[in-house]
């Protein structure tokens, strides 16, 4: 069974800083492009960052850039999002999914991002 599972969400001031981490099993985890969505209140889903099968390349959302930072351990099948000056407008419940040699998009152009399975997220809240 593919599981991919989300963590490190909570609550945070804004200006401060979280970890996300995403645990993907069921998978050969080197073959799957990796992304970090996220849907804030009232909001559609948005693509936040994502990481290449292919090169390890990654691609931010421009709101995010030089803020958020993703990595992934293949090693341990583990992919992160260091986030970093957090404001109000981040909180968002943020979601991790895997695409098999998946694009690597931010953007809405493929159904579900190219994504094959997704997490159920972890919930980010900003405070002012």
């Known amino acids: 069974e593919v599981q991919v599972v989300e963590s490190g969400g909570g609550l945070v001031q804004a200006g401060g800083s979280l970890r996300l981490s995403c645990a993907a099993s069921?998978?050969?985890?080197?073959?799957?492009?990796i992304g970090w969505f996220r849907q804030a209140p009232g909001k559609e889903r948005e693509g936040v960052s994502c990481i290449s099968s292919s090169d390890g390349s990654t691609k931010y959302v421009d709101s995010v850039k030089g803020r958020f930072i993703m990595s992934r351990d293949n090693a341990n099948n583990m992919v992160y999002l260091q986030m970093n000056s957090l404001t109000p407008e981040d909180t968002a419940v943020y979601y991790c999914?895997?695409?098999?040699?998946?694009?690597?998009?931010?953007?809405?152009?493929?159904?579900?991002?190219?994504?094959?399975?997704w997490g159920k997220g972890t919930l980010v809240t900003v405070s002012s």
């Open positions: 999914a895997v695409g098999f040699l998946g694009p690597c998009t931010v953007r809405p152009e493929i159904h579900n991002y190219g994504m094959d399975y």
């Open positions: 069921g998978i050969s985890f080197d073959d799957y492009s």
